[in-house]
């Protein structure tokens, strides 16, 4: 009875892996209509009655998106993005030090790491979810070239409560689409993404001003090539 138990689960488990690697092989060509995230926020709205709630999305290619936009976001978020293969090891090196120290965390998911999360995963930190998310990140530098990950990840990404993606944002936020973002604009929105709830781009605080700041700086020392790669 125990082994015929053992050989179901082991059954069920390989077909939903099977399933999940299916799954990621079909959004490297078609879009997703939505994410975990997105309908988690759904959910919140109806169930806290939210009458005036409503999800801000629209999806634009990556030629749509301005060359600005997206070094703002990789220098904002990930300056080794064209070069790792889905986790930063040195910023998770650095983020465990700061945790045994007693030092505020420092943020080290990489873009493919925050992609598998908002597609698929849940907000929290268990070791459950983590585990996933490494799982997920690896099928996705496995499986789809480092444009199309950048490209889902700013589609995807938060930008204010409710307003999810560039184009939604850059429409939201400066009445203009996302392949018209000036630099000083890319870098203000790249600005909020760390807490997209807390920060905001119509009212910056001066720690938003202050992280906007230094994300021209690094985006003028990365240079308009660093994506060149990126394919």
Known sequence: MTRRLVRLAARALGLALGVLVLVVLTLRWVNPPTTAFMLERRLEARAANETRFSLKHEWVSLDDISPSLRLAVVA?????????????VEAIADAVEDR?????????STLSQQVAKNLFLW???????????????????LFWPKARILEVHLNVAEFG??????EAASRAYFGKKAKHETA???ALLAA???????????????VVKARAGWTLEQMRALGPEWLADVR
Do not use: N
Not at 100 to 108: I, P
Not at 123 to 141: D, I, M, N
Not at 161 to 166: A, R
């Open 184 to 186: 000083d604009e890319a």
């Open 123 to 141: 907000p929290g930190q268990s070791f459950v979810r983590k585990g996933l998310e490494a799982f997920l990140t690896v099928l996705l530098e």
């Open 161 to 166: 409560d409710g307003v999810y993606g560039v």
């Open 100 to 108: 045994f120290e007693g030092r505020s965390t420092r943020g080290a």
């Open 192 to 206: 909020v993404l760390p807490a997209p709830k807390r920060r905001s781009v119509k009212k910056p605080s001066d």
């Open 76 to 88: 904002s978020e990930d300056q080794k993005f064209p070069q790792h293969h889905g986790f930063d």
